[in-house]
């Protein structure tokens, strides 16, 4: 059984009414979930673009793409 959030600790209600989980909360939890949170304590804002689905950033987000020669048009 999971044990219940703890309000102004494990999470706050921002302006809009939205919850907005903490750092705690995210240390608590032991892993990043990769949605691009707010208080992310694994530096995941600062390695990955959001936009890009899960199945493909290690593919985008890598220094150097293969191109074959074939696909190429010239």
Same mark, same amino acid.
């Given at each position: 059984?999971?044990?219940?959030?703890?309000?102004?600790?494990?999470?706050?209600?921002?302006?809009?009414?939205?919850?907005?989980?903490?750092?705690?909360?995210?240390?608590?939890?032991?892993? !990043?979930?990769? $949605?691009? !949170?707010?208080?992310?304590?694994?530096?995941?804002?600062?390695?990955?673009?959001? $936009?890009?689905?899960?199945?493909?950033?290690?593919?985008?987000? $890598?220094?150097?793409?293969?191109?074959?020669?074939?696909?190429?048009?010239?």
């Amino acid at each position: 059984m999971t044990k219940p959030l703890i309000p102004n600790i494990d999470y706050y209600l921002n302006t809009d009414g939205n919850v907005v989980f903490t750092e705690a909360y995210h240390l608590k939890r032991g892993y !990043c979930c990769q $949605s691009d !949170c707010l208080h992310c304590p694994y530096g995941f804002k600062d390695k990955v673009d959001p $936009s890009i689905p899960p199945e493909f950033r290690d593919v985008w987000e $890598s220094d150097t793409y293969e191109i074959d020669d074939e696909d190429q048009d010239e």
